[in-house]
């Protein structure tokens, strides 16, 4: 099983950046994708970025393309999502998940003010 630990959130002006990590841990080898994740309040968790191990392909929701670059680390097993421009719809908790899927992490709070 594949543990997964979320971090950087934190409380940022519309127009800021963050950077978020998501550090995996366990039986990583099985591990080909790793996703990014985003749950507001009342609303469906939705896919916000992801990245390929095995040839590097990205892929971005359309919301936040052009702002947010999903990058990783392999030698670490951490996983990056650069956000800028950050806007008060990108609010939420921001989870991290894996292919094949694994057990949630605790997520990491981004609260984006206007």
């Known amino acids: 099983q594949v543990q997964l630990v979320e971090s950087g959130g934190g409380l940022v002006q519309a127009g800021g950046s963050l950077s978020l990590s998501c550090a995996a841990s366990?039986?990583?080898?099985?591990?080909?994708?790793m996703n990014w994740f985003r749950q507001a309040p009342g609303k469906e968790r939705e896919f916000v970025a992801g990245i390929n191990f095995v040839g590097g392909y990205t892929s971005y929701a359309s919301s936040v393309k052009g702002r947010f670059t999903i990058s990783r680390d392999s030698a670490k097993n951490t996983v990056y999502l650069q956000m800028i421009s950050l806007k008060p719809e990108d609010t939420a908790v921001y989870y991290c998940?894996?292919?094949?899927?694994?057990?949630w992490g605790q997520g990491t709070q981004v609260t984006v003010s206007s």
């Open positions: 998940n894996t292919l094949p899927p694994t057990p």
């Open positions: 366990g039986r990583t080898f099985s591990v080909h994708t």
